[in-house]
């Protein structure tokens, strides 16, 4: 599984190698395409257990978001060459187009599981529903999977693009993380 993934992966990062010069070039329809290989072309990404929506995100974390990929500050392997292949204007664009667009809908668990201990912390960022709002991306909806791993990474200090997701992490438990994920995946 692991091997397929890798391959699949590296298959569409050599893809977005070759594109990027034109990338840099291209209208924005053309870049708009480029990201729904894997966030989607109505919204729902080709694996959301590690790739997170984009559609209806908060422009203001998605711009910044791709300013982080582009600087290095927040690492990927098929992000951040993509963003560095974007110029200013372009990254305004892209965050001003995905965010007017509708967050995909997904079918709501039809009892939402009790708020677990320490969410109340998230609302005051990620706003009292958790659809985000400036500059806090929208939590709700999200896959267990990837919000887990994000948490993880903000706990262990892998992802250091925010000054305050990391000492919040490392304040919570494994299994405090895992409640909160798996609550937000549900909303």
Request: with cysteine; net charge positive.
């Amino acid at each position: 599984m692991l091997t397929r993934v890798f391959s699949m992966v590296s298959g569409v990062a050599f893809g977005f190698a070759i594109a990027l010069p034109a990338l840099a070039q291209g209208s924005i329809e053309a870049k708009v395409q480029l990201c729904a290989t894997c966030h989607g072309d109505k919204g729902t990404p080709t694996d959301p257990k590690t790739i997170p929506p984009i559609w209806g995100q908060q422009q203001s974390y998605l711009m910044k978001q791709l300013r982080d990929f582009r600087s290095g500050e927040r690492k990927s392997d098929i992000m951040s060459p993509i963003a560095k292949g974007l110029v200013e204007g372009d990254l305004r664009k892209l965050a001003a187009y995905f965010a007017a667009k509708t967050w995909p809908a997904r079918q709501a668990s039809a009892k939402p599981p009790a708020p677990p201990k320490g969410i109340d912390q998230c609302r005051a960022c990620h706003q009292p529903n958790f659809e985000g709002g400036m500059p806090a991306p929208r939590l709700a909806g999200l896959s267990y999977e990837y919000l887990v791993g994000e948490m993880r990474e903000f706990a262990t200090d892998e992802r250091p693009n925010n000054l305050d997701m990391p000492k919040f992490m490392r304040a919570l438990t494994e299994a405090e993380r895992d409640a909160i994920a798996r609550y937000l995946s549900a909303l």
